[in-house]
């Protein structure tokens, strides 16, 4: 008897094990929008209050207090990053990254929350395949749990004012 040729038989389509439309997460809007908002401010130069945001009010309100966060605090955020990612990556993970630092060192906010939004956020915004990085990252700093005792914070800074200052 012989086998059947498998080389011609048609693929099956794949399909996914969920069946209609992802939930609404509550506050993933907010950081999605936030991550829109780090990349409109620090990649293409515009204003914080220039920034197009989708969503309800309180997203939007919650996505202007997580970017507003980060920008404060951009300098302290980047260097407790240094010392878990050897080398930053593009965007939009690198401000993710961000997002997830500021949230679990300044904000206080739970880790498993914060790291949850973060890999939802990052997948939302165009880079499924970096969410384990911020995943691992996230879990590391949480671990760690870098206090910002020990932290400058003159390095939110502007580098010639710093100087000015020294």
């Known amino acids: 008897m012989r086998s059947p040729d498998r080389s011609r038989a048609t693929p099956k389509p794949r399909t996914s094990q969920r069946k209609g439309p992802e939930p609404t997460v509550p506050g993933l809007a907010a950081r999605v929008g936030a991550l829109r908002l780090l990349g ?52 939009p993970v690198n401000h993710a990254l961000r997002l997830v630092t500021a949230e679990l060192v300044f904000a206080e906010t739970p880790g498993h929350a914060a790291i949850d939004m973060a890999v939802r956020a990052t997948k939302e915004a165009g880079a499924p395949r970096m969410a384990g990085l911020v995943n691992a990252v996230g879990r590391r700093i949480s671990e760690a749990a870098p206090g910002t005792e020990g932290s400058d914070a003159s390095l939110n800074m502007p580098p010639a004012f710093r100087a000015a200052l020294a």
């Not at 409109?40 to 919650?62: F, H």
């Open 40 to 91: 409109d401010v620090l990649d293409r130069g515009r204003m914080l209050d220039d920034g197009v945001l989708g969503g309800g009010p309180e997203d939007k309100a919650q996505a202007l207090g997580l970017a507003g966060l980060v920008l404060r605090r951009l300098g302290q955020i980047d260097q407790v990053l240094a010392g878990f990612v050897e080398r930053m990556p593009t965007p």
